[in-house]
Structure formats: structure tokens, C-alpha cells
T-cell receptor, first 113, second 114 residues
């Protein structure tokens, strides 16, 4: 079945470092791809999505580009801040017309000042 | 605009007890989801509704879990005879209208079964 894989369980960075969190998917066609962020004690919050090859999504300085060739949607940010510390989830639109989302295992980002 | 509201925020049960979680989605959102999120894992879909109809409950452990959305607005997820393996946060999400495929999550209901 369809799936999404995040290879990093945890990432530790210093402020102003460059961030990359890897996300690869397995699905037929062109599923919608999403990034969500979750802070402690809260539900996941939508960051952005993309649904076509080479489409770039972005929000709050984070961005990712849909790559059908490598089946990837890697999250990047040029300069992280301590306030970016959270868990980041890649998700895949699944079901008929992408009516529900299948989440990856998440990547915990810790940024130290 | 009010977000997705869930209650209770926390529940601690002994094995064998029952619990119900309640969700009030964003007004006008026709689709409502229940996800289970074990500690340090991603959300996993349990069931979802469009209006009052169940669209997919294939991941719901039907022998002890049940979910309803009788008027197509609020929803209740019930766990009967809870087990330690049910320890998790139960997240409700909704989508609809201009939100497209974006899911809006509540803060979750944290369940601990001892």
C-alpha cells in the first residue's frame, strides 16, 4: 500500500544552521504531499502542501519541492531558530481523491541557541 | 473562527474500563477524522466520516472501539474494555469548504491505561 518514510528520527542543530528533513513516498500517480508541525501538547498543524511534480510548497521559511522522479518531498529551511524545535511530519494524501492523510513516523527537531 | 475542540484532554483508566472522547469540528467542515497517536509515533487513522456516514473504519479495532457522528457535526469515539496497548493520544481532525485537503487538528485527548 501507499506509504511515506522519514529517515531521521531526531535532528539536533544550532541556531542559524541549515535544515534538511528527508521524506520519501511510495504511491501511484500524483498523491498530494504535506508537511505538518507538532508542538508538545498540541495537535499537528498544517505547514504546506504540493500536488504536482516540481511544485514547491512553503511557509514560515520552510519549503519543499515535489519530486516525482525521486519520490521525495524533503523539508528544508535555510536558518533555523530555537522556536522551530518541534516534531515534523510528512504526510501523503490517500484514499479516494486523497480524502485522508497517511503520516510518516515524524522527525524531532531540536535547535539549541 | 473556532478550531477543533476535544474533550477530555486527559484520561487515566484501569484495564477493562471504558472511556468516551468527544470532538467538535470546525463549523462547516463535512469530513471528520479520528487518529490514534502512540507516544513518539505519527498519527494513524482509525476512522473517518463525511457528514454522518462512515467512509472508512477499516483500521478501527471494532471489537472494542466505536465511533459515531449522528448529526454530521460532533463525534464521539468510545473505547470499551481498555487495554494498556490503547495508551495513546486520540486526535480529532476536520476538513471541508475552502480548506481543501488540509486537515485541522484538535489538541488531542491523552489516554493512559494502567
Amino acid at each position: 500500500g501507499d506509504s511515506v518514510t522519514q529517515t531521521e528520527g531526531q535532528v539536533a542543530l544550532s541556531e542559524e544552521d541549515f535544515l534538511t528533513i528527508h521524506c520519501n513516498y511510495s504511491a501511484s500517480g500524483y498523491p498530494a504531499l504535506f508537511w505538518y508541525v507538532q508542538y508538545p501538547g498540541e495537535g499537528p498543524q498544517f505547514l504546506f502542501r504540493a500536488s504536482r511534480d516540481k511544485e514547491k510548497g512553503s511557509s514560515r521559511g520552510f519549503e519543499a519541492t515535489y519530486d516525482k522522479g525521486t519520490t521525495s518531498f524533503h523539508l528544508r529551511k535555510a536558518s533555523v531558530q530555537e522556536s522551530d524545535s518541534a516534531v515534523y511530519y510528512c504526510a501523503l494524501g490517500d484514499g479516494n481523491s486523497g480524502t485522508y492523510q497517511r503520516f510518516g513516523t515524524g522527525t524531532k527537531l531540536q535547535v539549541v541557541p | 473562527e473556532a478550531g477543533v475542540t476535544q474533550s477530555p484532554r486527559y484520561a487515566v483508566l484501569q484495564e477493562g474500563q471504558a472511556v468516551s472522547f468527544w470532538c467538535d469540528p470546525i463549523s462547516g467542515h463535512d469530513t471528520l477524522y479520528w487518529y490514534q497517536q502512540p507516544r513518539d509515533q505519527g498519527p494513524q487513522l482509525l476512522v473517518y466520516f463525511r457528514d454522518e456516514a462512515v467512509i472508512d473504519n477499516s483500521q478501527l479495532p471494532s471489537d472494542r472501539f466505536s465511533a459515531v457522528r449522528p448529526k454530521g457535526t460532533n463525534s464521539t469515539l468510545k473505547i470499551q474494555s481498555a487495554k494498556q496497548g490503547d495508551t495513546a493520544t486520540y486526535l480529532c481532525a476536520s476538513r471541508g469548504g475552502v480548506s481543501g485537503n488540509t486537515l485541522y487538528f484538535g489538541e488531542g485527548s491523552r489516554l493512559i491505561v494502567v
